[in-house]
């Protein structure tokens, strides 16, 4: 018979439940809304917390302070949410970023090589000048403060108040580009 007494207290624990569900949920969908674009990803989201909110009430230990609970356990969702498609884009980009992907490795012909090696030499230094003059902004600044000046990434982010990804990224892009513009430049001094 002992078993049947909680019933009760748990009926309670259900309305209790039920009415914080009620007088949250629009509020809380709300404050998805403005961090999430995507309807259905805020719905998403949205279920996702009130399935949480669920599963911790009928935990032993209740939730003391449910409306705090349920704002903190959605901005989690949401930048899990965020998390898992930056990382899905980025694997979609085959992104790595190691040594290779943010240097340009230019080979130049030594100066004292001749007057062939010279000419060579001038001919990919002019090359690489258009090609720079060819970058957006941002990443031609990151590339010359980074490359040729000599700068370290925390220093630049530091200065900017740009994230050192954001930088890694803009300075990916420039040598990307510039490997490219510069393979033909190359090429033609081969012909």
């Given at each position: 018979?002992?078993?049947?007494?909680?019933?009760?207290?748990m009926?309670?624990?259900n309305?209790s439940l039920t009415?914080?569900?009620?007088r949250?949920?629009s509020?809380?969908?709300?404050f998805?809304?403005r961090?999430?674009?995507n309807?259905?990803?805020?719905?998403?989201?949205l279920?996702e917390?009130?399935?949480a909110?669920?599963e911790?009430?009928?935990?032993?230990?209740?939730?003391e302070?449910?409306?705090?609970?349920?704002?903190?356990?959605?901005?989690?969702?949401i930048?899990?949410?965020?998390?898992?498609r930056?990382e899905?884009?980025l694997?979609?980009?085959?992104?790595n970023?190691d040594?290779?992907?943010t240097?340009?490795?230019?080979?130049?012909p030594?100066?004292d090589?001749?007057?062939?090696?010279?000419?060579?030499?001038?001919a990919?230094m002019q090359a690489?000048?258009e090609?720079?003059?060819?970058l957006p902004?941002?990443?031609r600044d990151?590339f010359?403060?980074?490359?040729i000046?000599g700068?370290?990434?925390?220093?630049?982010s530091l200065?900017g108040?740009?994230?050192?990804?954001?930088?890694?990224?803009r300075?990916?892009y420039?040598v990307?580009?510039?490997r490219?513009?510069?393979?033909?430049a190359y090429e033609?001094?081969?012909?």
């Amino acid at each position: 018979m002992e078993l049947w007494k909680p019933l009760p207290e748990m009926a309670d624990r259900n309305l209790s439940l039920t009415a914080t569900v009620l007088r949250e949920r629009s509020r809380l969908m709300n404050f998805i809304r403005r961090r999430v674009r995507n309807q259905m990803d805020a719905e998403d989201i949205l279920q996702e917390v009130l399935y949480a909110f669920v599963e911790a009430f009928r935990l032993p230990t209740s939730v003391e302070h449910a409306s705090a609970w349920l704002y903190q356990v959605a901005r989690n969702r949401i930048i899990d949410r965020f998390r898992k498609r930056r990382e899905e884009l980025l694997g979609d980009a085959d992104w790595n970023y190691d040594a290779q992907d943010t240097r340009l490795d230019l080979a130049l012909p030594p100066a004292d090589a001749g007057p062939e090696a010279e000419y060579a030499r001038a001919a990919l230094m002019q090359a690489l000048h258009e090609a720079l003059d060819e970058l957006p902004e941002e990443q031609r600044d990151v590339f010359i403060a980074h490359e040729i000046e000599g700068r370290s990434f925390r220093d630049l982010s530091l200065q900017g108040s740009i994230s050192v990804n954001t930088l890694l990224a803009r300075k990916r892009y420039a040598v990307i580009y510039l490997r490219s513009r510069l393979r033909a430049a190359y090429e033609e001094l081969e012909d």
